[in-house]
């Protein structure tokens, strides 16, 4: 696949790409490109994928089941890097960008599909190498959405001390709770 940078974009098409961001997802590698300074990342995906961060230090990562948060704490920027490694299947459907204006930044969702009315087959040769065909299919390896996170060194939540407190409010005929806490 041919890697487009966004350089060549720019220069192509004369875009100004100042507000821009670029997110690629293919083969296994999750990156961004930007001209500028991005501050947070907030990706909603489809599949399911074993995720591992491949984040500059003070950039910290987590998520759930369809959203992945990419932030920092330290007041670090980042351009182009690649964000996370993955097993398994991702789709990533949506975006949001920040600045550290806190601006939401223009954003590009890459999709590598096989275009396959464009492959050159010749089937009268039997030396077709159907591997590189292999990483663009989805496979049911992972069965369920995994995250591969380092200590980021943050305070844990002491779980124990957590209480909830159930609110009810009554009038002068009828009782009924409130149903909040």
């Known amino acids: 696949m041919k890697t487009i940078s966004i350089n060549n974009l720019e220069k192509k098409y004369n875009l100004k790409t100042q507000n821009k961001a670029y997110i690629y997802c293919n083969n296994g590698i999750c990156s961004i490109e930007s001209y500028s300074d991005v501050f947070g990342i ?29 932030y920092t704490l330290e007041n670090i920027t980042m351009k182009n890097q690649i964000l996370f490694e993955y097993e398994g299947y991702i789709k990533i459907t949506k975006a949001i ?3 550290k204006n806190n601006e939401k ?27 590189k065909y292999k990483n663009n299919v989805r496979t049911n390896k992972v069965s369920k959405t995994k995250y591969n996170l380092p200590d980021y060194g943050l305070p844990k939540v002491d779980k124990t001390k957590i209480k909830t407190k159930r609110t009810t409010s009554t009038s002068g005929v009828s009782s009924r709770g409130s149903g909040g806490y």
């Open 42 to 70: 907030q990706l909603y995906f489809k599949g399911k994928a074993e995720i591992t961060p491949k984040l500059p230090d003070g950039w910290i990562l987590q998520g759930n089941k369809k959203t992945i948060l990419i």
């Open 97 to 99: 960008i920040v600045n």
């Open 105 to 131: 930044l223009s954003e590009k969702i890459a999709i590598n599909n096989s275009n396959w009315d464009n492959q050159k087959f010749d089937f009268s040769i039997d030396n077709t190498n159907w591997k």
